[in-house]
């Protein structure tokens, strides 16, 4: 009777307790700070449980309910508009949640008030483009758009990636029943290792594409660096890749001392470019970049163009007309492969890169931090609180996008309004590869759609949201050459 009374106790105890919990963090983080001297309040929101703050619930929506939009359309159903803003508690800080084109712009063009922030931080790389800030940053920006982002070395890039490409479609022809994730991603490491570091396809570059995947696993995690944990396991695939670089740079050098020839790719160059001082970046500086930089490129690049396949097989009369349009082009064209300069004049095709990655959303959220309390709209963001720019909303939010994830590339016949279309991130920060990332993609879809044909052995397959937007199945295809 005793032990029956206790679990009684205990079990009528757990409803009290996990209210008190709901609440312990929305009194320590809100409590008598709602409103600062001047009146304005905090966002509308709620803080979660503590530690683990709303982190549940987002899990809930993108992983379990498979519903991502639904995370924020929730809180505007119970906390109104909110001005685009609302506070929460996500990957271990206090945060404040941006989701309209006004407050992100806001955001992203006061970079002083809002500095550059990531979760986990040394997944990519505290010396990396992506995380230095003035002169380190204006000084590896202007390298990176140069060597991979101006029109001649587009140029040069269009003709490097293309034999590999057709040399990949006509393997995948040979074996019909595939998934795209898969030799999408491997094609594209392979072009992106050889453009960035002169990496050959075999096992080491195989090892590498696993650390690669490893390491983005924990870009979306809670920032909890245990063993099993993804976030602990990013950080691991993250050091060997560290290793595995760290012996290339003193190849490398040993090459440079002994007066061998460069390879002349991205690699070298990092470490061959200097400040006002004459300076040259440190090794943890190439390093760390070059990483980053395959993340960048690599990631990004492989999911787009995974979409588009599976976007052009669910669209067979986007198809149609993007075979016209590419077939138009060859008839007075010598030899299989076309230039930048051409892939500029395809209207369509360039109308479909776009609207594949809009609806790829494969940059999902940005992060910054407030360094200093901000007023916006009578909403006041503290200092030290972390701003969330969940930028996948603005591109399937309808008010920004007519029937928004419905695939309409004839929607970019007019361009999309001020501020709704991030999906190379904004401001002094926008992506440096972005022209490289839309011409790697069209270059596919111009060979996929002059010689081949397929279509989705799983057309209604579920969507998985962590770390990116992908079926469930990895995209499985029938495909086969034209006949």
């Not at 892939?343 to 990655?357: A, C, D, H, M, P």
């Amino acid at each position: 009777m005793e032990i029956l009374m206790l679990y009684s106790c205990i079990l009528g105890g757990l409803p009290i307790l996990g209210l008190l919990l709901w609440w312990w963090n929305e009194l320590w983080y809100v409590g008598l700070n709602s409103y600062d001297k001047n009146g304005a309040k905090l966002p509308p929101g709620h803080m979660g449980f503590p530690y683990f703050g709303e982190m549940l619930s987002f899990l809930f929506y993108f992983k379990l309910l498979r519903r991502p939009d639904d995370f924020i359309n929730s809180k505007r159903l119970k906390y109104g508009d909110g001005a685009g803003l609302y506070r929460s508690y996500l990957f271990g800080s206090p945060s404040v949640i941006a989701c309209s084109p006004t407050v992100n712009k806001f955001i992203l063009q006061s970079e002083e008030t809002f500095a550059l922030q990531w979760p986990n931080v040394d997944l990519v790389g505290t010396k990396s483009l992506v995380a230095v800030v003035g002169k380190s940053h204006t000084r590896l920006r202007n390298f990176v758009s140069n060597a991979i982002n101006r029109p001649d070395a587009l140029t040069r890039i269009a003709a490097d990636v293309q034999p590999r490409l057709v040399a990949a479609l006509q393997s995948w022809a040979q074996s019909p029943n595939f998934k795209a994730q898969i030799q999408v991603k491997r094609l594209t490491f392979e072009n992106i290792g050889k453009l960035f570091a002169s990496l050959e396809p075999g096992p080491l570059l195989d090892e590498m594409d696993k650390l690669f995947q490893g390491v983005m696993k924990g870009f979306r995690a809670q920032p909890s660096n245990f063993p099993g944990t993804a976030c602990h396991h990013a950080t691991q695939c993250r050091r060997k890749l560290e290793e595995i670089f760290a012996r290339e740079i003193e190849k490398r050098k040993n090459r440079i001392t002994n007066g061998e020839k460069v390879e002349n790719d991205l690699m070298d160059g990092l470490m061959q470019i200097k400040d006002e001082h004459r300076n040259q970046l440190s090794d943890k500086e190439v390093l760390d970049n070059i990483v980053s930089l395959i993340i960048a490129g690599y990631e990004s690049t492989a999911l787009s163009s995974v979409w588009a396949i599976y976007y052009l097989a669910k669209y067979p009369n986007v198809l149609q007309k993007l075979r016209e349009e590419n077939m138009a082009i060859c008839k007075d064209k010598k030899g299989d492969f076309i230039t930048a300069e051409d892939v500029s004049q395809l209207k369509y095709t360039n109308k479909v890169v776009e609207e594949t990655i809009r609806m790829a959303n494969v940059s999902q959220t940005i992060f910054r931090l407030a360094t200093k309390d901000v007023e916006y709209k009578g909403y006041r963001i503290p200092k030290g609180w972390i701003v969330i720019l969940w930028t996948r909303y603005l591109h399937t939010d309808p008010q920004n996008f007519d029937d928004p994830l419905c695939f309409n590339p004839d929607r970019w016949d007019k361009p999309a309004k001020p501020g709704t279309y991030q999906v190379f991130g904004g401001g002094a920060r926008i992506c440096a590869g972005n022209m490289l990332a839309r011409l790697q993609v069209a270059l596919l879809l111009h060979h996929l759609s002059l010689g081949y044909k397929w279509e989705l052995v799983n057309p209604n397959a579920d969507i998985t949201y962590l770390p990116h937007p992908i079926p469930a199945d990895g995209v499985e295809v029938l495909f086969s050459k034209i006949c």
